[in-house]
């Protein structure tokens, strides 16, 4: 008789914690569409490690093997323009993205967001980058591709404003390959010595948080720049994302763990 009741009190606790579990999926829905219990975001793969499945490009030079993303430009089949394997998965506004990145010494790329298509060319992005290159000149600052150039160099955090009325030209602002409305507002750190931090011909880790009109840029889990921009005229508050291939020498660069967190 003993027995029997242990039993039966046994069964009653595994059926209360099957609908603990039940009820927990039913009201936490999102639990597995990338956000917590608490409903707070998650970061989610939008590469599957396979295939360039969701992603549009130029088969040319870019595929996936071995979980990774590859870029490649070789003398034989050189770049006529800078070319973009693009996320298909929609703008994004407020967000975070991780990745790890790979690239050859003579290679010059980056994290292109909140852009817009450039139809002028095949697979043409044109707005905010996270910019990477093999010599690590330039890795971590915000460089604004075909607009406003550069808008914070590494060990920068800036105040984008907007040019005057009378200069209808974008170009028309820039100088030097910068924009005339970087202000500058703290130095995050020497750029050289933020430069020690970033190891050639090896993997490092890029990411970008984007919120509001602040875009902060990491390498390796330290901020190599900060922009607020203020310039209501021309900044994007959402666009597409991809990464780079920029015209020039033979070049490879490599992209794997891609995380979106949407906010």
């Known amino acids: 008789m003993i027995w029997a009741v242990k039993t039966k009190t046994l069964l009653a606790v595994a059926a209360l914690a099957t609908v603990a579990m039940v009820n927990e999926t039913c009201q936490n829905p999102d639990s597995k569409n990338g956000k917590a219990a608490d409903g707070q975001a998650e970061f989610v793969s939008i590469f599957d490690g396979k295939s360039l499945e969701g992603w549009d490009y130029n088969p040319d030079y870019w595929s996936a093997k071995d979980g990774v993303i590859h870029g490649e430009t070789t003398a034989e089949n050189p770049l006529k323009a800078n070319t973009f394997i693009i996320w298909k998965g929609g703008e994004l506004g407020d967000f975070e993205l991780k990745m790890d990145y790979w690239i050859s010494g003579t290679g010059n790329s980056g994290v292109q967001y909140r852009s817009d298509l450039f139809t002028e060319v095949p697979y043409a992005l044109r707005g905010y980058q996270a910019d990477i290159d093999g010599g690590n000149r330039y890795t971590g600052q915000n460089y604004e591709e075909r607009k406003r150039t550069t808008l914070a160099y590494r060990g920068q955090k800036t105040r984008i404003t907007s040019q005057p009325d009378s200069i209808t030209e974008l170009r028309g602002f820039v100088e030097r390959n910068a924009w005339k409305g ?52 021309n900044r994007m508050m959402k666009g597409l994302m991809g990464m780079q291939m920029h015209v020039g020498p033979p070049m490879k660069v490599m992209f794997k763990n891609v995380e979106l967190k949407k906010m």
């Open 182 to 233: 970087l202000n500058l507002v703290e130095d995050l750190g020497d750029r050289a010595e933020l430069g020690k931090l970033i190891k050639s011909g090896d993997w490092n880790s890029i990411h970008i948080v984007a919120k509001g009109n602040v875009l902060k840029h990491y390498v390796n889990g330290t901020l190599m720049s900060e922009v607020t921009d203020d310039d209501a005229k």
